[in-house]
């Protein structure tokens, strides 16, 4: 029986950003992803993102792409303890989505500020 070759999911983020590039490179340290910045996509890549792409951050799989916060918490469900746990109590919360985005939004409209504590 031969089995597929699953690549790695694709963590897709702003190259540019310090902090993005932190949040990256922490990522990777504790899970296994493939790191794309948005100025290294493949042209199938690209077609696989939202046209609005370069607004968040995003996860692409074999079978799935997660943008945004979803792409956060789908990450962070990838990794180690305590992250994933964090993961399986938010996603007891119900209606959990737009906290999950608002969280991201605010975070992601401040990577300025919090790129001062932790960059790249």
């Keep these: 029986m031969v089995r597929a070759v ?3 999911p694709r963590l897709v983020y702003d190259g540019g950003c310090g902090f993005c590039r932190w ?3 922490y990522a990777d340290a504790r899970g296994v992803f493939e790191l794309v910045e948005f100025d290294e996509l493949t042209p199938d890549q690209r077609a696989r ?3 609005d792409y370069a607004n968040c ?3 692409l799989t074999d079978d799935a792409v997660f943008s945004c916060g979803a792409a ?3 990450v962070l469900a990838r990794l180690g ?3 994933r746990t964090a993961v399986r109590l938010f996603r007891l919360l119900p209606d959990r989505e737009p906290l999950r985005e608002s ?3 605010t975070v992601a ?3 300025a500020l919090f790129g001062r504590f932790r960059s790249r």
């Design 49 to 51: 993102l939202p046209a």
């Design 109 to 111: 409209d401040h990577r």
């Design 57 to 59: 951050v995003h996860l």
């Design 6 to 8: 699953r690549a790695p």
């Design 81 to 83: 303890s305590p992250e």
């Design 103 to 105: 969280l991201y939004r």
């Design 23 to 25: 949040c990256a490179e």
């Design 72 to 74: 956060v918490e789908e």
